[in-house]
């Protein structure tokens, strides 16, 4: 069982240069969320999806986009990577019940140079 | 709007003593759900519990214990007897109903730290 699968662990950018973190999951979640961990800090939700073809911005989604054509699969873009970028993003999945636990992958840790 | 409050930035005790990781909360919703999750050095978050906001009994799981209390808005988390495999970073959160969907709010963290 995979789970909630992210793509990269680590990456190092340049400034204003653009990247997609990938996320799958093979639980046939509807919902799906993007999340930055900054250091020291609690997550803060950047983008989430409710379903395939569905996507609304959370607390911080300036500098990010997110798609969502398939049920497994909800990339995160940056363009035009800024220092302020700099933290752990992680991916997670639900259920469709309103007592659902988030399912987490294992974080993509970014630094924008 | 919803606000997870963990005051407690850093904690440090010795192995085998209890420690408790206090967390406040503000919400409007009458239904709710409250979440504790770990955060190991590795990285990744792990559940531990989730309680609805109707049930507030306590919840004990090995050496792991839930005290909820509705009336202060506090959602407590005791580790009895800690062991150095519990040094983490443990997280609160909150669930709300964001733009129709359903989104948890995290608290800062505490960062508990057991001394051999």
């Known amino acids: 069982n995979a789970g909630v699968t992210q793509t990269p662990k680590f990456r190092i950018l340049k400034i204003g240069q653009s990247m997609t973190l990938q996320c799958t999951q093979d639980?046939?979640?509807?919902?799906m969320y993007w999340y930055r961990q900054d250091p020291g800090m609690g997550l803060k939700l950047i983008y989430y999806s409710v379903g395939a073809g569905i996507t609304d911005k959370g607390e911080v989604p300036n500098g990010y986009n997110v798609s969502r054509s398939t049920t497994e699969d909800f990339p995160l873009r940056l363009e035009l990577a800024a220092p302020s970028q700099t933290s752990v993003y992680f991916c997670?999945?639900?259920?469709?019940?309103?007592?659902?636990?988030?399912?987490f992958g294992s974080g993509t840790q970014l630094s924008v140079l | 709007a919803q606000k997870v409050t963990q005051a407690q930035t850093e904690i440090s005790v010795v192995e085998k003593e209890d420690v408790t990781l206090d967390c406040v909360y503000e919400t409007r919703d009458t239904t709710y759900y409250l979440f504790w999750y770990k955060q190991p050095p590795s990285g990744e978050l792990v559940f531990l519990i989730r309680?609805?906001?109707?049930?507030?009994q306590n919840e004990i799981s090995g050496r792991y214990s839930w005290n909820f209390q509705k009336s202060t808005s506090s959602f407590n988390f005791t580790i009895t007897a800690s062991q150095v495999v519990d040094s983490a970073v443990y997280f609160c959160?909150?669930?709300?109903?964001?733009?129709?969907?359903?989104?948890?709010?995290f608290g800062q963290g505490t960062r508990l730290t057991i001394n051999p």
């Open positions: 309680r609805n906001s109707f049930d507030e």
């Open positions: 639980m046939n979640h509807n919902y």
């Open positions: 959160a909150l669930s709300e109903i964001y733009r129709g969907a359903q989104k948890l709010v």
């Open positions: 997670a999945s639900r259920g469709g019940g309103s007592n659902e636990k988030l399912f």
